[in-house]
T-cell receptor, first 112, second 111 residues
Framework: NAGVTQTPKFQVLKTGQSMTLQCAQDMNHNSMYWYRQDPGMGLRLIYY???????DKGEVPNGYNVSRLNKREFSLRLESAAPSQTSVYFC???????????FGDGTRLSIL | EDKVVQSPLSLVVHEGDTVTLNCSYE??????LLWYKQEKKAPTFLFML????IEKKSGRLSSILDKKELFSILNITATQTGDSAVYLCAVPSNTGNQFYFGTGTSLTVIP
């Protein structure tokens, strides 16, 4: 059971470069989420997708875009990376209602 | 504004001690409260609480919800070094489309 799979696990970028973080889930969940986690800040929601074809902004969406490619996949794109986006990024998915979220192992992103 | 606040921010105890972690919340149309444990990587689900006064228990971990006073506690008895982790509390939003997380409590258990 793969659950939620994120790629890559680690990435180093230079300021201004772009990249896409990939996330896929195999649990047939409707909802998917992207969070960033910084020391002392907890998990902050960047974007979420309540169902295939819909996306909505979370608490900290600036500098990011997302695509819900299909029910399984939800990608996060940094168009022009900034040092302030250095963080650990987690993708999560959940079933209908307030069911618990399942998290991927995270992507550690450093921007120089 | 909806929010979740956890305390303490960090805790250091010795093996065998009992600890109590706190989570208070303010959210419109409360549905549930969830506890997660985060070690090196992904948070993993521990408990979901929906009703006041009903204890959820799993081994040495237990949790209870007070919907009147708007808080939950997570108890860990006879702590072990493997309990060292960040414990996160989360509450779904009014629409249920997203979750609000607390900043977490970092627990360190020393042998």
């Amino acid at each position: 059971n793969a659950g939620v799979t994120q790629t890559p696990k680690f990435q180093v970028l230079k300021t201004g470069q772009s990249m896409t973080l990939q996330c896929a889930q195999d649990m047939n969940h409707n909802s998917m989420y992207w969070y960033r986690q910084d020391p002392g800040m907890g998990l902050r929601l960047i974007y979420y997708s309540a169902s295939e074809g819909t996306t909505d902004k979370g608490e900290v969406p600036n500098g990011y875009n997302v695509s819900r490619l299909n029910k399984r996949e939800f990608s996060l794109r940094l168009e022009s990376a900034a040092p302030s986006q250095t963080s650990v990024y987690f993708c999560a998915s959940s079933g209908r209602g307030n069911q618990p979220q399942h998290f991927g192992d995270g992507t550690r992103l450093s921007i120089l | 504004e909806d929010k979740v606040v956890q305390s303490p921010l960090s805790l250091v105890v010795h093996e065998g001690d009992t600890v109590t972690l706190n989570c208070s919340y303010e959210v419109t149309n409360f549905r549930s409260l969830l506890w997660y444990k985060q070690e090196k990587k992904a948070p993993t689900f521990l408990f979901m609480l929906t009703s006041s006064g009903i204890e959820k228990k799993s081994g040495r971990l237990s949790s209870i919800l007070d919907k009147k006073e708007l808080f939950s506690i997570l108890n860990i008895t006879a702590t072990q070094t493997g309990d060292s982790a960040v414990y996160l509390c989360a509450v779904p939003s009014n629409t249920g489309n997203q979750f609000y997380f607390g900043t977490g409590t970092s627990l360190t258990v020393i042998p």
